[in-house]
């Protein structure tokens, strides 16, 4: 069974940073983060797979870094120069065998 935590969020003023941490029960290859808007639909906000570049969302790029450490089985995502409309529930994700996975989510609050 596997199994995702999430930790780190919090309320945060604009232009500030949070990291965000996912520890997983395992190793797994393909790992992301999404988050989600009240009322808003689940988005992508970074994948990261094996040792392989991460992708972004065009509206994190060169603001979040996602990384992880594989030897911990944690995923991370550093986010800097936060902005309100990042405000959301931040989710682990990973892709193990056929079958999905989610943490329970993490919310992030910044306020302007």
């Known amino acids: 069974q596997v199994q995702l935590v999430e930790s780190g969020g919090g309320l945060v003023q604009a232009g500030g940073s949070l990291r965000l941490s996912c520890a997983a029960s395992v190793n797994i290859f393909n790992m992301g983060w999404y988050r989600q808007t009240s009322g808003g639909q689940r988005e992508l906000v970074a994948s990261i797979s094996g040792g392989g570049r991460p992708n972004y969302a065009d509206s994190v790029k060169g603001r979040f870094t996602a990384s992880r450490d594989n030897a911990k089985n944690m995923l991370y995502l550093q986010m800097n120069s936060l902005k309100p409309e990042d405000t959301a529930v931040y989710y682990c994700?990973?892709?193990?065998?056929?079958?999905?996975?989610w943490g329970q989510g993490t919310q992030v609050t910044v306020s302007s």
């Open positions: 994700n990973a892709k193990y065998g056929s079958d999905y996975y």
